[in-house]
């Protein structure tokens, strides 16, 4: 229960055409002050639905690319100006629901340390059962405790920190909470992850294709933020980046250039994916099975994140700008 109004917090939630996944979204978000929701072209009846609960919505203009950085911008700023006294605000997607305690958890924790500027807890999966690939993101949610290089989408952040540092990157089509931390911790501001629940998410990938443009996205995300955070000290993405294009591309080439000069031998160099393949079934832990299954799309999520980079290197050199890559 709020007890002042320095404890206060908003909610800007996001999202596009998530039907029931938003109906959960908002509802929990029933303690907010101040509930903003910034929807990017929905066709489910989702914003007159919102509407229709009394909350603010937000209707991006699909004229101009969409990334999710400029929808939490826009949230943000109808968010300061319904509620300017407001000290906190909780940023959540639309295909996730916030556990009932959690943002009063957040808010007291940045209370208490004045040097943090955004918290988050555990993010899980509400069905991780029904795909490995659900499986795989609720491993993924899944970061240490304790001060952290970067949040995800689901963040209580303090108002002041983020308008300090002009809110989030708009041109980033992935991975503006990781550049928006970078910026944030380069002044001087801490993130944390507390051990407490924080959202279910709905991941809803259960093909293959779904997951596929996912690790693509990823690798665009690895090379955009190389570009923009990847010298020293930072290094954004640095390892990332070289990852993808070490086992995506370069070793298929290497391997291509040894059948040339040496003919079929060559194909040996492939023998180098079942190793790693035996290296991380090794070092994961769980059930064989599910070992064999992560360590085979670890392999082949360094094939769609090298697609990713290549992507990102077209557009750079033509001057393009990629869309968005959907996967829901």
Not at 80 to 86: I, S
Not at 246 to 258: N, R, S, T, Y
Request: charge should be positive.
């Amino acid at each position: 229960m709020r007890t002042s109004a320095s404890s206060r917090f908003g909610v800007v939630a996001i999202g596009r055409n998530e039907g029931e996944r938003l109906k959960r979204c908002l509802a929990s978000a029933s303690e907010a002050e101040v509930i903003v929701y910034v929807d990017s072209g929905s066709t489910d009846g989702s914003v007159q639905w919102a509407r229709g609960r009394g909350v603010t919505v937000v209707a991006l203009d699909m004229s101009r690319a969409f990334t999710a950085a400029r929808a939490r911008n826009a949230g943000f700023a109808r968010l300061k100006q319904l509620a300017p006294h407001l000290n906190y605000v909780q940023f959540v997607d639309g295909d996730c629901e916030l556990v009932k305690e959690w943002p009063h958890q957040a808010v007291e924790f940045l209370q208490a340390h004045d040097e943090v500027c955004a918290v988050f807890g555990r993010r899980r999966e509400r069905y991780p059962d029904r795909s490995i690939y659900n499986r795989i993101c609720d491993d993924e949610w899944n970061v240490p405790i304790g001060i952290a290089r970067a949040c995800g989408g689901d963040v209580m952040m303090r108002r002041d920190a983020l308008e300090k540092v002009g809110g989030y990157r708009e041109d980033f089509i992935a991975g503006e909470e990781p550049e928006l931390c970078v910026r944030l911790r380069s002044v001087g501001w801490k993130i944390w992850r507390i051990d407490h629940e924080m959202t279910l998410h709905d991941a809803a990938i259960t093909r293959f294709g779904q997951w596929w443009l996912r690790m693509v996205r990823s690798g665009y995300a690895f090379a955009l933020g190389r570009q923009v955070h990847g010298s020293p000290p930072e290094q954004l993405w640095v390892w990332e980046s070289r990852r993808a294009w070490i086992w995506g591309i370069g070793i298929p080439a290497v391997c291509a250039l040894a059948v040339a000069l040496f003919g079929l031998q060559g194909l040996a160099l492939l023998l180098i994916y079942p190793l790693q393949l035996l290296r991380r079934v090794l070092r994961l832990s769980g059930a064989l099975k599910s070992r064999f299954q992560f360590a085979i799309l670890e392999q082949l999520a360094r094939l769609a994140e090298s697609i990713g980079q290549m992507r990102f290197l077209r557009d750079r050199l033509t001057g393009q700008h990629s869309k968005i890559l959907e996967y829901k």
